[in-house]
């Protein structure tokens, strides 16, 4: 297991190759260990123990887990802009220039062509613009670059995996889950899920930065992490995993410690000044709920997240999910599991390896704890989280006495299929919106844009029964952007009908939300 020792290291016997003999010290200044070389664990004198250097990683590793990316995600490149892509892609008319380029990065209004909704994603919003420039609106290319940024993604995840894995086909099975499973499809096959693979993609390039120069600059981390955070606020948790490994791994002085991660806390404190208004608005002023509710339903997500990474089964771009109370049974049973597994883990000694991965994915969740969205549940949370999830499975398996190989390729091919039949729901708007109501009967959202496609082959009826069902269904878990497409289309179909009256309210409830809308 990695663990870098800064100061020094005593040598137990004989280094291949280095000069080194017992007893002999190596000053950490003068000789850097590498920390792949230097096993989690004492020796009998309280020294720590080196071992060789792992295989170099061959280019038929690296473009396996390529192929199983195209393999699992490949019928993407036939998708259609869906949802949050109108406003953020079709309709906006801030990535249609390049000379508009430097408002990307000064006005979070650019992230939509609605005047509400706005938020700080600079480098998403230009990859879209100069997607755009170069392909126009060809919904097959935005998500060809989401594929690609996928593959990236999978790779650097190969490269953490294999510096916390001595198995060198461990860590490559692992990167292959992360690959296929289906939960990521939602990642690749949408194209506004650009940023969580962009921020992941940065994310790990500042840690694999950071991690392999336990004594050189961590400049280049500190940038990596920078452009992260203009994908997605996430990136902010990339602060508490570097001092988590710190703390297990390297043990430095709090002086060493903080001469290093000084960089990252003065990025997060700027770009906190930066989105202030933002989180201001998000968190304090106009909250989505209270965040007393916010911490009761995200508590049941935890558990309901483990079940869509154990047994993707019954995935939705709308899962049915309820608002947590604190009379809610599933609330205290979801505590009650979570604290039990807890106890388990450290009543079991878990090494340090499972803990690392099992905080991982904690921390990486821990703003949605926080952070109210309209979304309860959202697959896409998890594309990092699955990472942790690979680690701990493969891990597993290993500790077992399972044949990781022979039951790896196994759970590979289940996730390959299951991910074939999500790009397969993915790639038409009627069927994932289908799916997503046979699903999730009691979500207002998969109502709204059930009706759209009766609407628009003029089966004004059957679309108005859809845009009803969503205003009594559950009608807060809309966003303001949904309320606003659910009130415009209602009032058309009304008006297609007949009905002015009706219509006229309906389009009043629209203007009173965006008074500049034109419907």
């Excluded at 020796?43 to 887990?65: D, K, M």
């Excluded at 202030?276 to 998000?282: I, P, V």
């Excluded at 309209?374 to 290993?398: D, Q, T, W």
Aim: aromatic share 10%; with cysteine; proline share 5%.
């Amino acid at each position: 297991e990695p663990v870098v020792l800064a100061r020094s290291v005593r040598l137990r016997g004989r280094l291949s190759g280095s000069g080194a003999k017992t007893g002999q010290r190596v000053s950490g200044s003068q000789h850097p260990v590498h920390p792949t070389m230097v096993r989690d664990g004492l020796g009998q004198n309280g020294t720590r123990s080196l071992r060789v250097p792992r295989s170099p990683i061959t280019l038929l590793e690296i473009g396996a887990l390529f192929v199983l990316c195209l393999i699992a995600h490949g019928r993407s490149l036939n998708g259609v802009f869906h949802y949050d892509d109108l406003h953020s892609i079709v309709y906006n008319p801030h990535i249609r220039s390049l000379s508009l380029i430097p408002t990307l990065f000064t006005d979070p209004g650019t992230f939509s062509g609605l005047s509400f909704g706005g938020m700080f994603r600079p480098l998403i919003m230009l990859s879209y613009a100069l997607t755009y420039v170069v392909f126009g609106l060809t919904p097959g290319w935005f998500t060809a670059v989401n594929l690609m940024l996928h593959m990236g993604v999978v790779l650097l995840a190969f490269f953490v995996l294999r510096r916390f894995s001595p198995d060198r086909f461990s860590a490559w099975g692992a990167a292959a889950l992360v690959a296929v499973h289906p939960v990521n499809v939602e990642t690749v096959a949408y194209i506004s899920s650009r940023s969580e693979s962009m921020c992941s993609f940065f994310m790990l390039a500042a840690f694999l930065a950071y991690v392999r120069r336990p004594g050189g600059s961590v400049w280049p981390s500190a940038l990596s992490f920078l452009l992260a955070l203009m994908c997605k606020s996430v990136a902010i948790t990339l602060v508490p995993l570097l001092w988590l490994y710190e703390s297990w791994f390297i043990r430095d002085s709090w002086e060493t410690r903080w001469r290093r991660l000084w960089p990252f806390v003065a990025v997060t404190v700027g770009y906190l000044w930066v989105i202030r208004a933002l989180l201001s608005t998000s968190v304090l002023q106009s909250p989505v709920r209270s965040m007393g509710t916010q911490l009761l339903t995200q508590v049941k997500a935890l558990i309901y997240y483990v079940h869509l990474l154990t047994l993707p089964w019954g995935l939705s771009v709308e899962h049915q999910f309820s608002l947590g109370r604190f009379e809610d049974l599933t609330v205290w049973a979801s505590v009650i599991a979570l604290a039990s597994a807890l106890v388990v883990l450290l009543r079991a000694g878990a090494c340090r390896r499972s803990r690392w991965w099992l905080a991982w994915g904690s921390v990486v969740l821990a703003p949605t704890l926080i952070v109210p969205l309209n979304v309860l549940v959202n697959e896409h949370r998890l594309y990092l989280v699955s990472l942790a999830f690979a680690a701990l499975v493969v891990r597993l398996a290993a500790l077992s006495g399972v044949g990781v190989r022979r039951v790896g390729k196994g759970i590979l091919a289940v996730m390959v299929l299951l991910s074939l039949q999500r790009t397969a729901v993915w790639a038409d708007t009627s069927e994932l919106w289908q799916d997503a109501l046979e699903k999730g009967p009691h979500m207002p959202r998969a109502h709204l844009f059930v009706g759209d496609p009766h609407f628009q082959a003029g089966d004004n009826r059957l679309a108005l029964d859809q845009y009803d069902a969503a205003l009594r269904v559950n009608p807060d878990h809309l966003s303001a952007a949904d309320r606003l497409a659910l009130h415009n289309n209602r009032g058309a179909a009304l008006l297609r009908l007949g009905l002015f009256d009706a219509a006229a309210a309906a389009y009043d409830e629209a203007l009173r939300l965006e008074p500049t809308y034109a419907p």
